[in-house]
């Protein structure tokens, strides 16, 4: 029978095709893995997880009785308003220290959507607009905000105070409590609100004195530091892109085979063509900064000026690295120096974190994505990005990147998922066990 060239050419191509295809669906690291240049691997190890930096402006940051005290704390409902609302409800461990929702809610809804606690350790602004400077500082923020827990500093303190096993733990870490039980000198409720300065609270706070309320807001101070010293413990690592790092330094095959060729070839181009590193950089895979990147806001929702606000709010928080209740007001860690409130900050908003991406959907400032999918074909076309304010980033051009470049993308961002944490951090302690130091 005769067949023709044409035919044998036509068959061998369509085989060679399926072949191809085979390997692209159903991927061996041992067939299919990515060799990557030198350049390439000083790239890759610039990721490598070490440590956290230590934080001098919180003396507790790194002490385990204050993160088994700010353990406690984190789930505490008592601060709230209605007596419900803790931090877990809204950064809730069974939900990776989120809430699973395009924008936060607790007592209100908060017109931001809520960011994930893993490795946040690791940075140096805090909130979408960067208005925390320190982690502790970030933790008092949603205790007051009318629309998360509702409270106020005072009714904190005499919680506190009241709460035999909670004083107890507090004056062995930070010392003595002030006398909070004359309510003429330190009423129930109370915070300062200049905004609205016929507030009751703000009524309640300005009818104390100056060394009371300095008191009392040492006390606040408090409480972040110590919530700060247990949030220092969500810590993802050991990722499938961890142990493939471990494997090539150490030439170990197995490790390598950690990550899929699928993932290989989505850090390739997370690396180089899609150039994602440029934003998010270094171990955290964040450069911790803002940008503009023109993701559409949500349908209805006013303009957001994010670190333009942001970066005040963080210079005039009574709270900042360099405030009077700062263990370090003078020292380098201090990242408000050379802070400039300038307009070009508008509409900027913070690089999160990589670490655990896949766990934390939706996406964006406003959960405008459901999927990593959609994330990385936005800025695959930049179909529908706006502009907002005055200022975007000149740098984001469309990549063009085909689907198949997308799902390796995708991959390599899936793996980044870290190891489970100890179920014993995900929980109210049953008992503080706190033993006697010396503060």
């Excluded at 655990?356 to 459901?370: D, E, L, R």
């Excluded at 179920?423 to 706190?434: E, K, R, S």
Aim: with cysteine; proline share 7%.
């Amino acid at each position: 029978m005769f067949v023709s060239r044409r035919f044998i050419s036509f068959v061998l191509v369509t085989l060679v095709g399926l072949a191809m295809l085979a390997l692209r669906e159903g991927d061996t690291p041992e067939a299919n893995a990515v060799t990557f240049t030198e350049t390439e691997l000083k790239r890759i190890f610039q990721h490598s997880l070490a440590a956290p930096p230590a934080n001098p402006t919180n003396r507790v940051a790194d002490d385990a009785n204050a993160a088994r005290f700010g353990q406690a704390l984190f789930f505490e409902t008592r601060f709230s308003a209605t007596g419900k609302i803790s931090c877990a409800t809204c950064h809730n461990p069974e939900l990776d220290f989120t809430d699973g929702k395009p924008l936060g809610e607790a007592i209100g809804r908060m017109n931001r959507h809520t960011m994930s606690l893993w490795n946040v350790a690791y940075n140096r602004w805090f909130f979408w607009d960067g208005r925390a400077d320190s982690l502790w500082a970030q933790a008092l923020d949603p205790i007051e905000n009318p629309n998360e827990h509702g409270g106020n500093r005072l009714k904190v303190a005499h919680v506190l105070f009241n709460d035999v096993e909670f004083r107890r733990a507090y004056e062995l870490i930070f010392g003595a409590m002030p006398n909070l039980a004359d309510h003429e000198r330190f009423p129930p409720e109370g915070r300062p609100i200049p905004e609205a300065p016929h507030h009751a609270l703000h009524v309640a706070w300005n009818g104390m004195s100056a060394a009371d309320q300095q008191a009392v807001n040492q006390v606040f101070a408090n409480v972040g530091k110590a919530i700060e010293a247990y949030e220092r413990l969500l810590i993802s690592n050991r990722s499938a892109f961890d142990v493939f790092v471990d494997g090539l330094k150490s030439n170990d095959a197995a490790q390598q085979r950690a990550l899929s060729p699928a993932a290989q070839r989505g850090l390739r181009l997370f690396l180089d063509r899609a150039n994602c590193r440029l934003c998010h950089a270094g171990p955290n895979f964040t450069d911790g900064e803002f940008h503009n990147t023109g993701v559409p806001p949500r349908e209805g929702a006013a303009p957001d000026p994010a670190r333009f606000d942001g970066a005040k709010r963080v210079l005039d928080n009574p709270f900042n690295s360099q405030g009077a209740f700062s263990d370090d007001p003078a020292g380098d860690s201090n990242n408000i120096k050379f802070l400039l409130h300038s307009p070009e900050l508008w509409g900027q908003f913070k690089t999160p974190s990589l670490r655990n991406i896949a766990k934390t959907a939706p996406y964006m400032h406003q959960g405008q994505f459901q999927t990593l999918h959609e994330v990385v074909r936005f800025y695959s076309t930049r179909q529908g990005a706006v502009r907002i304010g005055h200022h975007q980033e000149t740098i984001l051009n469309p990549l063009n990147l085909s689907e198949a470049e997308i799902d390796d993308l995708v991959a390599f961002l899936e793996s980044l998922t870290g190891e489970p944490l100890p179920a014993t951090l995900l929980t109210a302690p049953d008992h503080l066990d706190i033993g006697d130091r010396v503060p």
